[in-house]
Each structure stands twice: as structure tokens, then as C-alpha cells.
């Protein structure tokens, strides 16, 4: 039986961002390029309260949400550790190949993402780990990310904050 734990859900509504992307299923296949308008939720848990009641002070996480899906909003996002992918950086333009396909994007526009691959499973574990960097300080024991691509459609990583 598993020990009871307090859990906070965060689904509000401006938790989301908008990006372009393609996934990658191999070397010769892949989706178009094409958006998506992301939504996310993010659970926290943990077993005590502080001494107001609260498990976490809500302010400063929703803060934090909002930056890192501010950094994603209205970008093309590429997933630089693709070794599918041939990704170049120069005089503020950044050229992607894939296969037969070459694209070319102003630097501002694009972010370069620390994944093998642009999937909503990827970036709800990305979101995850640039929250649990922030949470240090707190006495939650459990964090979940989930990102919807479209309804009925998304992704969730959770992991216990002691990794």
C-alpha cells in the first residue's frame, strides 16, 4: 500500500508554449515540419506540509514554469544531440539536414534542445529536470511533467527528486 502523500496539480491556463518541430523515426523518415500549441501540467508531491499547511509556495513554481516554457514559445525547436541530424550555426542563421531536406532559420527563432529527438516524452523529461533543478530547497518528494501536443494526445515523466 503505498503511504499517503499530499499532491499539488498546476494545469493553468497560460502553460503552454508554441513551437515548430519534426520527429525523427529514422534515417529517412520523419514528419513534416510543422506546430503544435503545447499545453502542460505539473504535479508535485510529498509527504509533509510546512508549518502554514502548504506543501510548496505555488507563486514561485508557476514562476519558474512560466520561464521555461517562455524560452520554448513561438521557436523552432531541434534536437541538437540527433545523429540524424547535421545542425550548423553561422552568422545568426542556423542550417539543419536531414536526409534530403535542408532548412534554414534565423538564430533568434530556434532553440537547440540537449535531445536526440523532439518528442513530447523527450520534452516533458526536459521540462522536468529544469524544474527539479529549482526545487532543492523543498521538502517534495515527487515531480511530474506532462506535455499535450493536441487533445487526447500527450506525455508524462515523473520521477522521485532525489535522483
Known sequence: MDEPRFTLRLAKGDFKFSAAHFT???ATEAEPLHGHNYR???EIGGDELDALGLLVETGILK???REILTELD???LLPERS???EITVER???DCRYSDRAYRFPEREVVLLPLVNVTMELLARLVWRQLAEDLDDIDATHLA???EETDGQSARY???LDL
Open 40 to 42: 502542460v501540467l505539473v
Open 145 to 147: 511533467v506532462e506535455i
Open 83 to 85: 545523429p540524424l541530424l
Open 158 to 160: 515523473s520521477a522521485p
Open 63 to 65: 514562476r519558474r514554469i
Open 24 to 26: 525523427l523515426f529514422s
Open 74 to 76: 513561438d521557436r523552432v
Open 92 to 94: 545568426g542563421q542556423v
